[in-house]
């Protein structure tokens, strides 16, 4: 699945493997409805639970699976790159703080949705008691 900008096709090739034609950022209802299997379906199949936050998150929360995405100030598609900065530096302890990550052992995944220009290269960070601690993996290209 190639990584392209907006970010809404990324979020959907993220947690369901299709962007299902979707090449901007829409909104649902609006001639922008995916039908498709996702990572949720598959959660909620097992009996576990999910949220997904999308915009601002009110809280740290404690079901099986949380999907957070940050809204278009904090994700720098709106707003500078500082400010960009500045959101995860006070969520990201917020959540690492919860019980989920000090009396469970859970895994924080975070993930930038695209890169910029021609590498479009995007990092990806395991934090918690679930992550694998110092492990570092060698840089990928993925090419399509």
Known sequence: MAMQQPSLPNYLALTSGTTAGITNDCSPGVGCTVKAPSITDQIE????????????????????????GPNLCNDTHECPVATGDDWPSRQVPAILASPAFTMQNFL?????????????????????????WG?????SIVRR
């Open 108 to 132: 924080l995944v975070i993930t930038w949705g695209e890169g910029e220009g021609a590498n479009n290269c995007v990092s990806t960070i395991f934090a918690g008691p679930a992550a694998r």
């Open 135 to 139: 492990y570092h993996s060698a840089p």
């Open 45 to 68: 199949k097992s009996g576990r639970t999910e949220k997904i936050y999308a915009g601002s998150m009110p809280t740290p929360s404690l079901p099986n699976y949380v999907f957070i």
